[in-house]
């Protein structure tokens, strides 16, 4: 029953309407989108829905092969454009253009689109796909998730380390009463074991940072890892948003490593009360930074950009705190316990052992509930229906997550049911933990290895739109169609309504082929089994044919068929897959 009513909640929640923070949508451009031109531009511009961020941004032209055409230096008309210059006069053809920006949720956002000058002589644009992706491959990507991936662990480490030294290992040890030798043997082992662990956490996280910064440049600039080293595109990395919360986090990052690093009290004496207000600075300084590490990934990401920022970060800073309590928790049971509780006696080790795991089991359930609590809550305010689960990247790595936490919620319940009491036995009866024991650091060890995966997909979601701010772009493609080139464009490539452009070229000359008495088009979605759809067409000039209007629902690959007709005895036809996401 229970679990009935959490689906049918979950369901209904993401049913409900909501208004998610979006990447920056390309509103406009000169020349336009499909535009044929019977003089070459001397001036490329693109304009944004929204300010973009600095002088952060790379405008690009290529021609038909792929070589850029234009003058390099980047300007700013306006806080919401770019503009660029060509270099000389641009010969007849098509050209295509490319844009990256950061946009006000810290996010590389681009994108392409294609235009024609003079006579196009049945050439192929240059892809938009493969000019991005030559600019910056997959791998400067992956290498920028994995860098917020290990952020976000060594984050997890430090804050969830210290949330159990205070709420789990300190009250363990005053309600077992363990004192003298034993005491001190196990609270030193397991603060020098702590320590390596939280200063392994704190060098990763400044190297983290500091790569994330430079791969935010190679990926928002376009460019590659060791050009992004470069002094300007670093203070433009720096000039953002996404610069600024990071450059905090370096700098606390680096503050625990020195604070870590600094000589500290005898062992055993961390539960003695400050004895002056200088000895306040040092615990207060640790809480500040992480605090601020916890609260920093929503500060820079999606969480922040939207029109409910204070609502958003909230809940992504429970969820960071949360899942911090957890895994920094499990990695301090796998890393540090063990060696501590193995100077004590048998009796005193198992007792040790089972009031430990009893109260990090109290505050996992707790860290659970907050967890399933906010991410549930964030489902909500990010996505649109529950379609987009499944039907865009966003959702589909929520599906992911949701995935591998249920797997580490059912190991932790099997922990808690059964080697919880088994431990609690042994130590009533003075016994050493044997193989309750050996069977919790095996669940544990394997808890870790899904946490290792979630904080991986966690650093995928970040990197994707949530659906209500997806950012399609347009599609362009090209075709033969008889003895015509048809270049198709659809705009913004998009579940929903979008806008067709059909221009077609006679392949010999490059002239505007105007033959057909018709032309029409017939979209179908083969794996739903939707259409033909007959979409409504116009003739807007020579050899240009328009659909303002086509509804083109759900996401998926949609297949056009475009048919012109010759004569009574004469038709043409060619397709055209159009990726809609």
């Not at 392949?507 to 794996?527: C, H, T």
């Amino acid at each position: 029953m229970r679990k009935a009513l959490a689906t049918a909640v979950l369901a209904l929640a993401l049913w409900s309407p909501a208004v998610a923070s979006a990447h920056a949508v390309l509103e406009d451009s000169q020349p336009s989108r499909g535009a044929a031109l019977e003089r070459a531009p001397e001036r490329i511009s693109v304009t944004f829905d929204e300010p973009v961020e600095s002088s952060f941004g790379a405008l690009r032209v290529f021609d038909a092969s792929g070589k850029r055409v234009d003058a390099g230096e980047v300007t700013r008309p306006s806080a919401e454009a770019l503009a660029v210059r060509t270099e000389g006069r641009l010969a007849d053809g098509p050209y295509t253009v490319t844009y990256r920006v950061v946009s006000a949720d810290s996010h590389p956002v681009s994108g392409g689109y294609v235009f024609t000058v003079g006579e196009a002589a049945g050439a192929t644009p240059a892809s938009v796909a493969h000019l991005l992706d030559r600019d910056t491959g997959p791998v400067t990507e992956v290498a920028l998730g994995m860098a917020r991936g290990a952020g976000y662990g060594a984050t997890a480490l430090l804050a969830g380390g210290l949330a159990f030294l205070l709420l789990v290992w300190l009250p363990a040890l005053r309600a077992i009463g363990l004192d003298g030798d034993g005491r001190q043997a196990a609270v030193s082992t397991f603060d020098r074991r702590a320590l390596v662990v939280s200063v392994a956490a704190a060098c990763v996280g400044v190297a983290s940072v500091a790569l994330g910064i430079v791969l935010q440049g190679a990926t928002a600039s376009g460019g590659s890892f060791w050009a992004a080293l470069d002094a300007r595109v670093l203070a433009d990395v720096l000039d953002t948003r996404f610069g600024t919360v990071w450059k905090l986090r370096l700098t606390a990052f680096g503050l625990l490593l020195a604070l870590l690093l600094w000589p500290r009290p005898a062992a055993g004496r961390s539960t003695a009360p400050p004895r002056s207000a200088g000895a306040l600075v040092r615990p207060a300084a640790i809480y500040l930074a992480l605090a601020y590490l916890v609260v920093s990934p929503a500060l820079s990401g999606h969480a922040a950009a939207g029109d409910r920022a204070a609502l958003l970060v909230t809940l992504d800073s429970v969820h960071v705190a949360a899942m911090s309590a957890w895994v920094g928790g499990v990695a301090l049971l796998v890393l540090a316990v063990p060696s501590a509780t193995r100077v004590l006696e048998p009796a005193d080790r198992t007792r040790l052992l089972a009031a430990v795991v009893a109260r990090f089991s109290t505050v996992a359930l707790v860290a659970v509930g907050a967890l399933l609590a906010s991410g549930v809550l964030q489902s909500v305010l990010q996505l649109e229906s529950l379609s987009d689960l499944l039907d865009t990247a966003f959702g589909r790595a929520i599906l992911a997550k949701s995935a591998i936490l249920a797997a580490l919620v059912a190991l932790g319940a099997h922990n808690r049911r059964r080697s919880l009491p088994a431990l609690a036995r042994l130590a009533r009866g003075g016994e050493a933990p044997g193989r309750p024991g050996a069977t919790l650091r095996r669940a544990l060890g394997g808890e870790i290895a899904l946490m290792l995966v979630v904080l991986g997909v966690t650093a995928a979601l970040v990197s994707y739109s949530p659906s209500a701010g997806a950012q399609a772009g347009p599609f362009a493609g090209a075709v033969d169609l008889g003895p015509a080139r048809m270049e198709l464009t659809v705009d913004p490539a998009r579940a929903g309504r979008n806008a067709i452009h059909v221009y077609l070229f006679d392949r010999r000359s490059g002239a505007q082929y105007d033959r057909p008495r018709s032309l029409a088009i017939a979209a179908s979605e083969p794996e739903r089994d939707i259409g033909p759809l007959e979409l409504p067409l116009r003739k807007a000039g020579p050899g240009h044919y328009t659909a303002s209007r086509a509804e083109l629902i759900p996401a998926g690959d949609w297949r056009l068929t475009v048919r012109a007709r010759i004569s009574e005895f004469e038709e043409l036809r060619a397709q055209l897959e159009v990726p809609m996401r």
